[in-house]
């Protein structure tokens, strides 16, 4: 399927486009959140150590905190270069799609569903799961607004 620029500096993908070099240099990728329950390969994170978070992550309703965590992991990283970042998952249509709405959010003002629903219009397989889309908006209402 391939990943999709959302906003500007910033990708949705799965975990097949986090691990192609030639996708993540067409893309100028640099930093990769990665919120699959697979862990990309010892060489590949040594590779991409500097600009690279693994923060495994199920569908469905996680704690406040771990979202929290995940969000500010994911502006920690965007500090760190100016060039794209890559929020991925295992396929690419819920927990990186709630998550890069939220980083969306923090930048242009917006809802986080209103960002999912831009998303929707790049990203066929963007489906996030309600339940997960609505937490995310709530913390991202809540602590950052």
Known sequence: MGMDKVSDNLYVGDIKDAESRKRLEDNEIETILNLSTQSSSPEFRREHDKHYAHIPM?????????????????QRLREMTDNSMLVHCDVGSSRSVSIAASLMSLDNGETVHTNIDRIKTVRAAANPVKELADQVARVTRDIYN
């Open 58 to 74: 199920r569908d469905g309703e996680q704690t406040d905190e771990r979202i929290t965590l995940i969000i500010e992991t994911a």
